[in-house]
């Protein structure tokens, strides 16, 4: 049986369990909340202690896009990735667009509007032309197709957790400059996999708010990689140094020799 370590509001966490649920592959979860990352009962998996981690067996892995292309080769059918090299590749730079770049400009906003309820107009923009450029680009792949790569992959199932969180943030496709993108995400969320996880996701969050638990502490936020460089090439070193200095941040788990 596989095992998935996971956190129900992690995008990279959604996209593993939609490729795994569209496979139809049996699995075991195990859960973790959002700021609940630097646990210890699963450095063994990954060391860094990020979810998603997955066993298969005696095997583990980590990163949801080696996990993804693991699951391509150890459950072929049905394919996510297309068979036509230059299609596939499209898959694998959209995913990376989604993963990388739509991810950091949605962050900021996530931890201090949804998180704290507080406002930072400045941000806010930022992320505002930000993902507006983006969903330009991801209009200009889709083109007049239902699906990025003509038909339904991996490209899709990486966007579509980001493109949800962007709408629930006031960041939602424009139906006119971008109304494919909007037709597309409303396509996909059609999907009995995604109508599971999207289900999931707002389940857990239904039950957080009766019992007024937060999804994740917005006091104590995992700051890595491009989220890291969207902050401070969109100017807003100085905003990330003052939360470092509150204690507001940390990092990966980094396991001593």
């Not at 957080?208 to 100017?235: C, H, M, T």
Request: charged share 30%; aromatic share 10%.
């Amino acid at each position: 049986m596989v095992t998935l370590f996971d956190d129900v509001f992690s995008p990279y966490a959604r996209k593993v369990r939609i490729a795994l649920y569209e496979k139809g592959v049996p699995f075991e979860r195990e859960r973790a909340l959002h700021g609940d990352c630097n646990r210890t009962d699963f450095i063994d998996v990954n060391p860094r202690a990020e979810v998603p981690a997955l066993v298969d067996g005696d095997f583990s892995l980590y990163d949801s896009t080696v996990i993804c292309e693991y699951l391509e080769d150890r459950y072929p059918e049905p394919s996510l990735y297309p068979a036509d090299p230059r299609r596939r590749a499209k898959c694998r730079l959209i995913e990376d667009i989604a993963d990388t770049q739509l991810d950091a400009a949605l962050y900021a906003v996530t931890v201090i509007e949804f998180g704290r309820n507080e406002r930072h107009p400045e941000i806010r923009a930022a992320a505002a032309r930000d993902v507006s450029r983006i969903f330009d680009e991801l209009e200009h792949q889709l083109g007049t197709s239902d699906f990025f790569c003509e038909t339904y992959s991996l490209a899709d199932i990486a966007v579509v957790p980001h493109a949800v969180v962007a709408s629930f943030l006031g960041f939602a496709p424009d139906g006119q400059r971008h109304r494919g993108l909007a037709a597309w995400l409303a396509r996909v969320q059609e999907r009995p996999a995604v109508v599971h996880d999207n289900a999931d996701v707002l389940d857990t969050l239904s039950r957080l708010q009766a019992e007024q638990r937060s999804a994740f502490d917005p006091y104590r936020v995992q700051w890595r990689s491009d989220r890291l460089e969207w902050v401070i090439k969109n100017g807003f070193a100085d905003w990330l140094l003052a939360e470092m200095r509150a204690g507001r941040t940390f990092f990966p788990l980094t396991v001593a020799d």
